[in-house]
């Protein structure tokens, strides 16, 4: 069974304080690893697919990262409007997507 | 990128009651669709697979003959709650899938529908 696993559940951070999420998973035959921003009451917005090992994508303070059992979203210099739950999700066999349970993020002024 | 709209956004209904959620893709066609499910402070669970066209497919657990799905074009699936339950109450989410070359692909998701069964 795909499982994937998402730490911190949540992290308080300074504005301007960057960090990393961490995301570890298991899914058998991965054809893509995504990352969602979602705002309360909102649908998940998408951010990146990686589809392999060592593959990075950059959008404005976000980075994300992937290895062959995890992938990290990096948060450089965060502002208040990063604040949000970021999801991670694995594609493998089957055509849905399996979620972790998301990093809830708060970035202080 | 792509825009995946839902309606309606919020729906109170009583128990027993049938309830219809739309799902469009406005900017592009969908052969595959999906509907999720999200509790309070819990991630989202996939529910089925539709497919236009086909007959959805359905995760271990969840009840084809409750929630009925229709995905009779490329823009447009339906899920229909059939005599909701209070135990029905959540958030529930379509995605629409867009593939590129080399297999690469997304799924887009839409702005969800807040079902509230009295």
């Known amino acids: 069974e795909d499982q994937v696993t998402q730490s911190p559940e949540a992290l308080r951070l300074q504005e301007g304080e960057s960090s990393s999420l961490n995301c570890s998973y298991t899914v058998s035959g991965l054809r893509g690893l995504f990352w969602y921003r979602q705002d309360p009451g909102k649908g998940p917005e998408f951010l990146f697919t990686?589809?392999?090992a060592g593959e990075e994508k950059e959008k404005e303070r976000l980075k994300a990262t992937l290895t062959k059992k995890e992938s990290f979203l990096h948060i450089t210099a965060p502002k208040p409007e990063d604040s949000a739950t970021y999801l991670c999700a694995g594609r493998g066999g089957a055509d849905g997507l399996t979620f972790g349970k998301g990093t809830h993020l708060i970035i202080q002024p | 990128g792509a825009v995946v709209s839902q309606h309606p956004s919020r729906v109170i209904c009583k128990s027993g009651t049938s309830v219809k959620i739309e799902c469009r893709s406005l900017?592009?066609?969908?052969?595959?669709m999906f509907w999720y499910r999200q509790f309070p402070k819990q991630s989202l669970m996939l529910m089925a697979t539709?497919?236009?066209?086909?007959?959805?497919?359905?995760e271990q657990g969840v009840e084809k003959d409750k929630f009925l799905i229709n995905h009779a074009s490329l823009t447009l699936s339906t899920l229909t709650v059939t005599s909701a339950h209070p135990e029905d109450s959540s958030f529930y989410i379509c995605?629409?899938?867009?593939?590129?070359?080399?297999?690469?692909?997304?799924?887009?998701f839409g702005p969800g529908t807040r079902l509230l069964v009295l």
């Open positions: 990686l589809y392999s």
């Open positions: 539709s497919n236009e066209g086909s007959k959805a497919t359905y």
């Open positions: 900017d592009f066609q969908a052969t595959t």
């Open positions: 995605s629409a899938r867009v593939v590129a070359g080399g297999g690469k692909e997304t799924q887009y």
